[in-house]
C-alpha cells in the first residue's frame, strides 16, 4: 500500500483534513459559486452529474442545492470518506449511489460507464493525488463520460509557479487552519496549527500540477473553452465543456 493509500484509508488522517483543512480553506463558498456557475453555461438540465473523488460529497451537496432531482454519482477509492458522504446525502431522494473505485487506473470506469453520459463532472481536491500522466489519461476519460455540451469543473489544489505563492498559499492556510481551530480550542496557537498542519500525513500524497498546464492537458483531451475564472495562490477552479 502507497503513502496515498494508507493516509486516506486512516480515519484519523481523513477527519483532520475534513474538519480542520477542507472546513477552513478560504474562500470555499466561492469556490463552490464559481463550480455551479460554470455547470449552469453547460448542458442544462442537469439530471445525472459524477463526482470523482467525491470526499465528504460536499460538491455533491451544492449541486443537489442547484438541481435537486438530479441523479448523484459519486466515486471515491477512500471507505471513511465514502461514509462521509453516505453521512451528509444519505438521506436525499433520489439516494446518491456511492462508488468505490480508484482513479489511479481506467479500470474505475467500469463501475460508472453504465450511468454514463453524465450532465455535469464535478471534482474537488481528489485529482493532484495521481501522477501527471494519469491526470491526462483521467481528462480523456472524463470528457467521454460527458454528453455533448457537459462541463467538467474542477476545484484543486495546483502547483505553485514561484515560491512566494507557495509560502503565501502555506500562510493563508495555516491562518485559516488556527483561526478555525480556536473556535473549539481558544487556547490553540499558531505555532500548534502550523506543526499539525504541516506534519499530516496526506501531505506526502500530494502530485501538484500548474494550473496552465492542467488547462492545456484538458484542451489536449478535446474539452473546448477550457478556463480558470477562480484562483487564490495554490487553489484554483477550472475546467471545460464537451463539445456540442
Not at 454519482?73 to 449511489?97: H, I, N, Q, T, Y
Not at 481551530?181 to 499530516?200: K, V
Not at 502530485?207 to 484542451?219: G, M, N, S, V, Y
Request: negative net charge; aromatic residues 10%; contains cysteine.
Amino acid at each position: 500500500m502507497g503513502r496515498r493509500d494508507a493516509a486516506w484509508q486512516d480515519d484519523e488522517t481523513v477527519r483532520y483534513y475534513l474538519d480542520s483543512v477542507r472546513a477552513a480553506i478560504p474562500f470555499a463558498a466561492e469556490q463552490v459559486a464559481v463550480m455551479l456557475r460554470l455547470v449552469g453555461q453547460g448542458r442544462l438540465p442537469v439530471s445525472r452529474f459524477l463526482d470523482v473523488g467525491c470526499g465528504d460529497g460536499f460538491l455533491s451537496a451544492a449541486m443537489l442545492r442547484a438541481y435537486p432531482g438530479a441523479e448523484a454519482v459519486l466515486v471515491d477509492f477512500s471507505e471513511p470518506m465514502l461514509d462521509a458522504a453516505k453521512a451528509r446525502l444519505g438521506e436525499r431522494v433520489p439516494a446518491p449511489v456511492l462508488v468505490t473505485a480508484d482513479l489511479a487506473t481506467p479500470s474505475w470506469l467500469d463501475a460508472v460507464a453504465e450511468r454514463a453520459p453524465f450532465d455535469a463532472i464535478v471534482s474537488g481536491f481528489a485529482i493532484h493525488h495521481l501522477e501527471d500522466g494519469r491526470k491526462r489519461g483521467l481528462y480523456g476519460e472524463l470528457l467521454a463520460l460527458l454528453a455533448p455540451g457537459g462541463a467538467f469543473v474542477h476545484d484543486e489544489h495546483v502547483a505553485p509557479e514561484a515560491a512566494w505563492i507557495a509560502r503565501a498559499f502555506d500562510d493563508g492556510m495555516i491562518d485559516a487552519v488556527w483561526d478555525h481551530g480556536r473556535r473549539d480550542r481558544p487556547a490553540l496557537t499558531r505555532e500548534e496549527s502550523a506543526a499539525a498542519y504541516a506534519n499530516r500525513a496526506d501531505r506526502e500524497a500530494n502530485r501538484l500540477a500548474p494550473l496552465e498546464a492542467q488547462c492545456d492537458w484538458l484542451r489536449a483531451a478535446g474539452f473546448v473553452d477550457a478556463s480558470a475564472p477562480f484562483r487564490w495562490y495554490a487553489l484554483a477552479v477550472f475546467g471545460g465543456y464537451r463539445p456540442r
